[in-house]
């Protein structure tokens, strides 16, 4: 079954190169891609996850406001009653501080993984890949337990 991935720069951030590879690597993967550009709401997102009963969300910030643009997003997200997996990446944080500080408050905010800008699409899509396979393995795990 074809997995639908929702991809978009998040907040006023105009950077659309990134994505526009990313979207391009993630179709040749064979997903499904909603691109919702540049410059999304938290509630661009959310609600585009939930019309296309998305697998995952993909979060794009290369201007530096990424921590003011998330906050509240996976609220959002458990409020929506969404089941996705969520990754950021790009340029989070202001400046090149310590990465894996940046990473850690990311993953603290509830995304599943955090890229920096150094990131290969394919490296993200092998983790997705491993990341979905994962979940649909443990939902048909849970499908088991309740008919048995
Ligand atoms: C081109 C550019 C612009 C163009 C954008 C044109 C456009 N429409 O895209 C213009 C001139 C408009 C611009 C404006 C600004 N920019 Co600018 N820009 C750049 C620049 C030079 C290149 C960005 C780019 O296209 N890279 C090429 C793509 C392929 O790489 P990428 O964007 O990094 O994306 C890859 C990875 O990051 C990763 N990735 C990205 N998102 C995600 C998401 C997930 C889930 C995953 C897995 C991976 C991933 O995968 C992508 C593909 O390989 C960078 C510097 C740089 N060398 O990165 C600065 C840069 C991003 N800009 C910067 C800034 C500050 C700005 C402005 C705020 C400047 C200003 N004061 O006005 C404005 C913001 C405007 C706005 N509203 O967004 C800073 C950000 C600083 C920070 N984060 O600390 C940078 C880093 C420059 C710098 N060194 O200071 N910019």
Do not use: W
């Not at 709401?41 to 939930?50: D, G, I, P, R």
């Not at 406001?65 to 906050?71: I, R």
């Amino acid at each position: 079954m074809t997995q639908t991935v929702i991809l978009g720069v998040i907040g006023s951030d105009a950077h659309v190169v990134g994505i526009t590879i990313l979207e391009q690597a993630l179709e040749a993967a064979g997903f499904d891609v909603v691109n919702l550009g540049v410059q999304s709401s938290q509630e661009e997102f959310v609600e585009a996850a939930s019309a296309n009963d998305a697998e995952a969300v993909l979060v794009s910030s290369l201007y530096g406001h990424a921590k003011q643009d998330c906050e509240g997003f996976h609220r959002r997200i458990a409020e929506a009653d969404l089941d996705v997996t969520t990754y950021i990446g790009g340029n989070l944080a202001v400046g090149q501080d310590d990465f894996e500080e940046t990473r850690a408050f990311f993953r603290e905010m509830g995304f599943d993984r955090v890229f920096d800008s150094e990131t290969d699409p394919e490296e993200a899509i092998d983790a997705l890949m491993a990341d979905l396979d994962m979940r649909s393995t443990e939902s048909e795990r849970e499908g088991h337990a309740v008919s048995a």
